[in-house]
């Protein structure tokens, strides 16, 4: 009986909430959401929708913010240039990003996904909004969507997708940006179709695909497709915080039960919570968070928005569903910040410094000098000995750069074989030849090792190691 009772407890867990009985979409209209967290999450995205938009024309020495671009494999963060030489580099920034979002969501749940992640707020402040202010709220939409099609609905339904469709334009526009650059990005828009055919095609698929999204898929995103979203399950433990539901409060002895005025539901044994749904009625994935954490949940906090209004007005204690772990509920406590917790805040910190120090080590060149394979050393006029080197310099900097050569350690000097200077385009590699030519009375050994410093003008950008070949000593 036990075990039947707690297989229907859990029967939610095998479905979700937007599939019915017979496997179809089930449609959902949350409530419009109010309340202070509401408030902090619009003037949030306010701010990230700003820099969404914004960071694709903001440039540090001509170069984006961020861009990446995978066409021409070259990858721009905080105006700092990422060649296919850099890639394990880039990578290892990557990778760090990864672990740092994993980490923090252990500790700190999955408040991403309600607060920062792109998706939801196109989708619960852009997308939402105006179909709230097209369509109404959510029992008008459930109307409207019942409603034979007469004109009401038809006008409704063509504004809507209209401008559902124009901002989708406008985010496929600005998601190519990070990709190819807002200048080739300009140069798309103002140039003849037939000049950049297939940037428009990419502009129109993108556009579509974001309409899909947004008009259609919605939810579904975070549901089936996001694989943060489907990582959360081994990434939570009971310390972490999420939005939770105080069921010990809640439930009382009896149960949640509705509200009954002049009631004194904690000596009647009833619990806070009066089972009015508003928790469910404003969730934008359809879970009734009552049931403990689920896969669907975003930790968007319009449940607690909607528990915390009708607590008012029921004059009972707000926060019936807070931010919390399920070990600082179950036990009655308040959530302590965990050795582990403390644990994986050390590691975050020690990551970003990784990624600080990662940075500091790349330099603007890569530079390899070598002597060049086969060639002896040359006697000259005058007792000068003269050794031929090949050198190959990889450009990281995002300007071109005009090098010269200088020998840093032994007395002598370098001669370029060609032009004085090795000029390479920015991202480019180039090589050329020189001889290092040292008066023998200056050799101490046969082998001597040489230190060879590379110049931009009088700045010393990298230094380079190798040996020069003379006569016996």
Known sequence: MENNKTKDEDSFRDRITTVDDEGQRKWLFPKKPKG??????????????????????????????LMINVITRKFVLFGQVFWPQDFHLFGLIMITMVIFIVLFTTVFGRIFCG???????????????????????????????????????????????TLFYFIAVAI????????????????????????????????????????????????????????????????LDRNSLVVAYDYIRGEGKKGRAKFKKNEARAEVGKGDCIDCNQCVDVCPTGIDIRNGTQLECINCTACMD????????????????????ENAIANGTKNRFTTRSKAYSIILVLLVAVIIFLFTLRGSLEASILRTPGMMFQEQEGGYITNLYNVKVVNKSNKELDLTFKLLNVKGSIEMVGTDTLTINKGESNQQAFFVK????????????????????????????????GPNK
């Open 172 to 235: 496929a526009h600005t998601f190519l940006a990070y990709i190819i650059g807002s200048d080739e990005l300009i140069n798309i828009q103002t140039s003849p179709i037939k000049e950049h055919m297939g940037g428009f095609i990419a502009i129109l698929a993108f556009s579509w695909v974001f309409f899909f999204v947004f008009a259609w898929f919605r939810e579904q995103v975070c549901l089936i497709v996001c694989p943060y979203g489907r990582l959360q399950g081994v990434m």
């Open 306 to 325: 909607a528990c915390d209004f009708m607590m008012e007005k029921t004059n009972q204690e707000q926060g019936l569903i807070r931010i919390d772990s």
């Open 36 to 65: 202070k967290f509401f408030n902090y999450r619009t003037y949030l995205s306010y701010v990230l929708l700003l820099f969404l938009f914004g960071i694709p024309w903001v440039k540090i020495d001509g170069e984006p913010l």
């Open 438 to 469: 040292i008066h023998k009375d200056d050799l101490i050994a046969k082998k001597t090792a040489l230190v060879i410093g590379v110049f931009e003008g009088d700045k010393l950008l990298e230094e380079d190691k190798t040996n020069f070949l």
């Open 115 to 161: 607060w920062f992640c792109p998706q939801t707020i196109f989708m619960e402040m852009v997308y939402r909004k105006i179909e709230y202010w097209i369509d109404g709220d959510y029992k008008q939409q459930i109307k409207l969507k019942n409603q034979a099609w007469n004109f009401d609905k038809i006008w409704r339904r063509a504004l809507k997708y």
